[in-house]
T-cell receptor, first 112, second 113 residues
Framework: QKEVEQNSGPLSVPEGAIASLNCTYS??????FFWYRQYSGKSPELIMF????GDKEDGRFTAQLNKASQYVSLLIRDSQPSDSATYLC????????????FGKGTKLSVKP | GAGVSQSPSNKVTEKGKDVELRCDPI?????LYWYRQSLGQGLEFLIY????????KSGLPSDRFSAERTGGSVSTLTIQRTQQEDSAVYLC???????????FGPGTRLTVT
């Protein structure tokens, strides 16, 4: 069973803090990893994707991938109330023809 | 450039009626996906089109659901004999290629009364 696991939250952090969102996956052959943000009542919006082990930074966002431990994380520096949303992790599994498996998401709340 | 567009944005239908939902992907994207999201739930994969290959229909919940993609671009998701449990937001996404980053449309909110 191919699974992508996320803590449902809510994860509450104060404004200005670092928010750390984690995601684990079950297939070692997984190739590509994606983070989406979904505001309530809106569709998912791509934040970042990462293919290789290590860190990838884009502005206040850093994606971290550790294939040996089968986890991927998203760090949000200097969190803002506007970052409050549900964050979805998605994984392309090895051998997949192109489907991504989505986690159920972590709800983040940034308190002013 | 233009993103993924979907129509209608909202659809209210009576139980037993058929509905068609439309998706216009980003120009040049070869892959197109349909998902369903019920209130407060995660994304449920429905169907995936990649180029001229046979679609992956493994997520379609019943034979009342079907989809087609004409000319490698626009896609239509059809639900026949709608049931109340079909009420959800139907999301379309397109991608430059299979397994790559997906870009979502705004969704169609379907309500079956």
């Amino acid at each position: 069973q191919k699974e992508v696991e996320q803590n449902s939250g809510p994860l509450s952090v104060p404004e200005g803090a670092i928010a750390s969102l984690n995601c684990t996956y079950s297939d070692r052959g997984s190739q590509s990893f994606f983070w989406y943000r979904q505001y309530s009542g809106k569709s998912p919006e791509l934040i970042m994707f990462i293919y290789s082990n290590g860190d990838k930074e884009d502005g206040r966002f850093t994606a971290q991938l550790n294939k040996a431990s089968q986890y991927v994380s998203l760090l949000i520096r200097d969190s803002q109330p506007s970052d409050s949303a549900t964050y979805l992790c998605a994984v392309r599994y090895g051998g997949s023809q192109g489907n991504l498996i989505f986690g159920k998401g972590t709800k983040l709340s940034v308190k002013p | 450039g233009a993103g993924v567009s979907q129509s209608p944005s909202n659809k209210v239908t009576e139980k037993g009626k058929d509905v068609e939902l439309r998706c216009d992907p980003i120009s040049g994207h070869t892959a197109l996906y349909w998902y369903r999201q019920s209130l407060g739930q995660g994304l449920e994969f429905l169907i995936y089109f990649q180029g001229n290959s046979a679609p992956d229909k493994s997520g379609l919940p019943s034979d009342r659901f079907s989809a087609e993609r004409t000319g490698g671009s626009v896609s239509t998701l059809t639900i026949q004999r709608t049931q109340q449990e079909d009420s959800a937001v139907y999301l379309c996404a397109s991608s430059p290629g299979g397994g790559r980053e997906q870009y979502f449309g705004p969704g169609t909110r379907l309500t079956v009364t």
